[in-house]
């Protein structure tokens, strides 16, 4: 029973959405890119857990999608993440004026927003030919309330992240 509520919960938590922005060169040859590799000294902006994480994700849908990770690559990939907190509205103030059986009033309050602001983040996957060095896909990932605490939750958030990312590649014609 224990099992199953965790897993209810890390659907709960995994339906939160992820949206993904794609462009491409629409004159492209998708079907010569058999293999990739990634950028050298890439700072991703992710921890290094989270980056290894997300490594992880991606060569394994890579290789799903029939992708090689290859020193000798035909394209390489570079990724670049941003995190920061959403706006809170800013306290409210309310003015109103009020009466009854005679007496007149007014009153004045202040709303103070309460709890965390959410985290959100972005993370833009560019793929980039290795004999030109052009781009020629990319992808921009964003999602609100990014996982804080466990490595279970935040692997599955890069796995969706990954499956929702590669959805639009190659792009369909």
Same mark, same amino acid.
Request: charged share 20%; aromatic share 12%; proline share 3%.
């Given at each position: 029973?224990?099992? =199953?509520?965790s897993i ?5 938590? &995994?339906?939160?959405? !992820? ?7 629409? #004159?492209?040859?998708?079907s ?18 989270d980056?290894? $994480?997300?490594?992880?994700a991606?060569?394994e849908?890579?290789?799903?999608k029939g992708?090689? &990770?290859s020193e ?5 990939? #570079?990724?670049e993440?941003?995190t ?15 009466g009854? %059986? %005679?007496? !007149?009033?007014? %009153?004045?309050? !202040?709303?103070? @927003?309460?709890?965390?602001?959410n985290?959100? $983040?972005q993370?833009?996957f ?6 030109? #060095? ?12 990014? @996982?804080?605490?466990y490595?279970?939750e $935040? ?6 992240i990954?499956?929702?990312? =590669? ?7």
């Open positions: 029973m224990k099992k =199953l509520a209810f919960f890390l659907c709960i938590c &995994l339906s939160c959405g !992820v949206a993904v922005d794609y462009d491409y060169e629409k #004159n492209t040859d998708f010569k890119y058999k293999s990739y590799s990634y950028f050298r000294n890439m700072d991703t902006g992710l921890s290094e857990l980056a290894k $994480r997300l490594f992880a991606l060569d849908a890579m290789a799903q992708l090689l &990770l000798n690559s035909d394209f390489i990939i #570079n990724i993440s941003a920061y907190q959403d706006m809170q509205s800013n306290s409210s103030v309310g003015v109103g004026v009020g009854g %059986g %005679g007496n !007149v009033g007014g %009153g004045i309050s !202040v709303g103070i @927003p309460l709890g965390q602001a985290m959100s $983040r993370i833009k560019d793929f980039v030919d290795a004999n030109t #060095n052009q781009l020629f896909w990319q992808a921009i990932s964003s999602e609100i309330d990014v @996982p804080r605490d490595p279970e $935040r692997e599955a958030k890069f796995q969706q990954v499956q929702k990312v =590669l959805e639009g590649f190659p792009p369909s014609k």
